[in-house]
C-alpha cells in the first residue's frame, strides 16, 4: 500500500501536460499561457523551483533558471533545452547584491528583457530549533535567506521589469506566513515579512505595470526537506493538519505560479494563494 506522504501514482501537472499535447497534436487544445514571455525562477534546482522552471517553460516560456547550487540548476535548465524550451541556468547567489545585479542583467541580455520573476530561493532547510535555543545569527541567516533575497530580487529584476513596461512578480511564501509551529518560529518570521512586503511591492509598483503576488505552499516533499519529513513525529503532526490527508509533491504548486504569471491573473495583485490541502483551515 501506498504510504500516506507519497505523491499520488500520477501527477496532476503531468497529466495537464500530456493532455493538452495530445489535444494540440490533433488540431485541438488552447494556446499556451506564456508564449513569449520571458522569466527567470530562482531557487531552480530544488524541488519546487525545478517544477516552477518545468511549467513556465511548458507553457512557453523561456526561462533562466538560478540557483546557488551551479550543476543542479544547469541540469535543470538542460533538461528543457533538451525538450526544445529557451533556457539557461546559472549560479546565483541570492543574498549577493552584486550577484543578483549581474544575473539580472545576463537575463536581459540572453533574452532581451524580463516578463516575469519567480522568486522562489529560500526554505527552512527543516530546521525545527525551539525559540530559547535560537541563536542570532541562525535568526539572521533564516531571515537573508528568505526575506532579505526576495528583497534584492525583486529589486534588481524589478527595475528592469519597469523599464520594459510592466510584468509579474510571483513570490515563494509558506503556510508559515499564516500560522505558526513549534520551532519555526524563525522561518514563520522571514516568511511573514515575505507576504508583507509583497502587498507593500504591489501597491508601490502598480504604477509601473508590475503585479506583485504570492503562493504559499504548505507541507511539500522536496529534496530540501525529505529528511524531516521521514521523522514519524513531525510526518504525523502534519498529515494530523492537512485535510487532504497526504503531503504535497512539487508539481502541485505550479497552477497557482502560472495562473498568477499569466494574463488571467491582469487584475490580481497583493494577493496570496495558499497550496496547502487545506493545512491553515484547522
Request: hydrophobic share 45%.
Amino acid at each position: 500500500m501506498r504510504s500516506c506522504i507519497d505523491p499520488p501514482a500520477r501527477s496532476v501537472r503531468l497529466c495537464i501536460i500530456h493532455c493538452r499535447a495530445s489535444a494540440l497534436q490533433n488540431g485541438g487544445g488552447t494556446a499556451l499561457r506564456l508564449e513569449g514571455k520571458r522569466a527567470v525562477v530562482t531557487g531552480a534546482a530544488g524541488g519546487i523551483g525545478s517544477a516552477i522552471a518545468r511549467g513556465l517553460a511548458d507553457e512557453g516560456a523561456a526561462v533562466a533558471c538560478l540557483d546557488l547550487h551551479e550543476a543542479g540548476v544547469q541540469e535543470v535548465a538542460g533538461s528543457l533545452s533538451a525538450v526544445g524550451a529557451r533556457a539557461w541556468g546559472w549560479r546565483c547567489d541570492v543574498t549577493d547584491p552584486a550577484d543578483v545585479d549581474a544575473a539580472a542583467a545576463r537575463s536581459v541580455e540572453l533574452m532581451g528583457g524580463i516578463d516575469i520573476l519567480c522568486a522562489n530561493a529560500g526554505g527552512s532547510q527543516g530546521e525545527m530549533i525551539p525559540f530559547l535555543d535560537l541563536d542570532l545569527d541562525t535568526f539572521r541567516r533564516m531571515i537573508e535567506r528568505n526575506l532579505t533575497s526576495v528583497f534584492l530580487c525583486c529589486s534588481a529584476f524589478g527595475r528592469q521589469m519597469a523599464k520594459d513596461g510592466g510584468g509579474a512578480i510571483v513570490v515563494t511564501s509558506s503556510q508559515l506566513a499564516e500560522i505558526v509551529r513549534p520551532g519555526m518560529g524563525h522561518y514563520a518570521a522571514a516568511k511573514g515579512g515575505v507576504k508583507q512586503l509583497v502587498k507593500a511591492m504591489a501597491v508601490d509598483l502598480s504604477p509601473v505595470g508590475i503585479r506583485v503576488n504570492a503562493m504559499a505552499p504548505g507541507p511539500t516533499l522536496t529534496p530540501g526537506n525529505k529528511e524531516m519529513f521521514e521523522r514519524p513525529e513531525v510526518r504525523e503532526a502534519n498529515l494530523r493538519t492537512i485535510p487532504l490527508g497526504r503531503i504535497a509533491e512539487p508539481d502541485e504548486m505550479v497552477g497557482a505560479v502560472i495562473y498568477l504569471a499569466s494574463d488571467e491573473a491582469t487584475f490580481t495583485t497583493g494577493a496570496t494563494i495558499l497550496v496547502d490541502g487545506g493545512y491553515t483551515i484547522l
